[in-house]
């Protein structure tokens, strides 16, 4: 587990808020700015600190010294060019992990160009992940470790119950990870399993070939 950090949050909106709170409850020190009030006195007792700040100005975060904390999260809504110039200036400030809001795919390209270590599209990004669930009723999650190769959590339907598991991916180039039983999650199982109602299975393997295999299912 990753030890304690100190982390900016800048933009305390809806998605601000949840990544200080959370970050706050996983044990990191946590300062929260933004240039609304209200927001700011909200989170002011649940977060390490939150302060009133115009993130634009350099003078401010320099003032904060920023440039000593380990990671920033650029949460700012609908301000385009004040996720520009905070990304921009937390970089040039020596902050190494800047995550940063994109709302388009323009922005996404603009923020990559300025330092940004990663770009978040949480609309997108949710909007994906729900059209593949519903696409994929049994899907329960996924996870990209690279451009091709994924990570598949999927509910064992009951056309599959009694198959054993080289039944179930029948040639298919993918491998099975995980077989979750009950409570107990089973590495790496032979292929001569058999699966029992209510089994969760984790495959990886490259997304054209777990596609092609899901879609049998």
């Known amino acids: 587990m990753i030890g304690k950090q100190q982390i900016i949050v ?30 700011v006195e909200r989170l002011a007792e649940d977060i390490t600190h939150a302060v ?12 904060l010294n920023a440039g000593s904390y380990d ?4 949460a700012i809504g609908r301000n385009v060019e004040a996720t520009m110039l905070a990304t921009m200036q937390l970089r040039e400030l020596g902050v190494k992990k800047v995550w940063a809001k994109a709302l388009t795919n323009q ?16 609309e997108y990004e ?13 899907v329960h999650d996924y996870l990209s470790l690279d451009d091709d190769y994924f990570v598949v959590d999927f509910y064992t339907t ?6 054993t598991l080289a039944e179930l991916i029948d040639g298919a180039p993918v491998e099975a990870l995980v ?25 990886g393997g ?12």
């Open 52 to 63: 009133i700040a115009d993130v634009t100005d350099e003078k401010s975060l320099i003032e």
């Open 107 to 122: 922005h996404h390209r603009i923020l990559e160009r300025l330092g940004a270590t990663r770009v978040i599209g949480p």
């Open 10 to 39: 800048i933009g305390l909106g809806i998605f601000g808020e949840t990544i200080a709170r959370e970050l706050t409850r996983l044990g990191h020190d946590v300062l929260g700015l933004d240039s609304d009030e209200q927001r």
């Open 179 to 203: 077989l979750k039983r009950l409570q107990e999650a089973h590495p790496h199982p032979d292929h001569t399993w058999t699966i029992r109602h209510g089994d969760r299975l984790v495959l």
């Open 126 to 138: 949710m909007g994906v992940r729900i059209s593949q669930e519903l696409n994929y009723p049994m």
């Open 71 to 74: 990671a920033a999260v650029v």
């Open 158 to 163: 009951e056309e599959l119950v009694d198959k």
């Open 206 to 217: 490259h997304l054209d070939d777990l596609r092609e295999l899901v879609e049998r299912l």
